[in-house]
T-cell receptor, first 113, second 112 residues
């Protein structure tokens, strides 16, 4: 693909439900990042995958958040028992390995009612 | 605590005016990036600066990295409506891990 893709583009869910957000990085990019962007805020780092190394999960806000990356490519961010404060745009980015040259997807806008 | 402070948060100007956006920190960065984000899209990288005092130009945009690598500025000359968007600075902390720290952004509106 030409760029990073994310699905769905919009997700509306009810409080307490689980959601899965998907990211397809640029082919060949070894590094993959997830960020959260709330209204009026900058990008908040969530998790970072680099090749086969253990992911850096230091940005995950609670144990309701988890992510996996299968086969070094597609990644899924899962939020369990969603809360209203989880409402935000979730952005995925990939790079060839350097944090400096990240290419972002269009994001998934999550709304928790 | 916000590691990168951007100012101003909002800026509304008329076409043809000049403007400067600032990104400041008390921390040292090994590199600093500027991104532009439009509604419904992800941020797009504009420039990366890595050397203290470095100045880079991209058409009407001029980016500067502070001598001490703690701050940066983005100057736009003769702004156009197409420059409208959210400008984000992001940096790699010196000695830090492979992550970027982002500022909160400057929302720029250029009115025709």
């Amino acid at each position: 693909g030409a760029g990073v893709s994310q699905s769905p583009s919009n997700k509306v869910t009810e409080k307490g439900k689980d959601v899965e957000l998907r990211c397809d990085p640029i082919s060949g990019h070894t590094a993959l990042y997830w960020y959260r962007q709330s209204l009026g805020q900058g990008l908040e780092f969530l998790i970072y995958f680099q090749g086969n190394s253990a992911p850096d999960k230091s940005g995950l806000p609670s144990d309701r958040f988890s992510a996996e990356r299968t086969g070094g490519s597609v990644s899924t961010l899962t939020i369990q028992r969603t809360q209203q404060e989880d409402s935000a745009v979730y952005l995925c980015a990939s790079s060839l390995g350097s944090a400096r040259e990240q290419f972002f997807g269009p994001g998934t806008r999550l709304t928790v009612l | 605590t916000q590691l990168l402070e951007q100012s101003p948060q909002f800026l509304s100007i008329q076409e043809g005016e000049n403007l400067t956006v600032y990104c400041n920190s008390s921390s040292v960065f090994s590199s600093l990036q500027w991104y532009r984000q439009e509604p419904g899209e992800g941020p797009v990288l504009l420039v990366t600066v890595v050397t203290g005092g470095e100045v880079k130009k991209l058409k009407r945009l001029t980016f500067q990295f502070g001598d001490a690598r703690k701050d940066s500025s983005l100057h736009i000359t003769a702004a156009q409506p197409g420059d409208t968007g959210l400008y984000l600075c992001a940096g790699e902390l010196e000695g830090g891990s492979e992550k970027l720290v982002f500022g909160k952004g400057t929302k720029l509106t250029v009115n025709p």
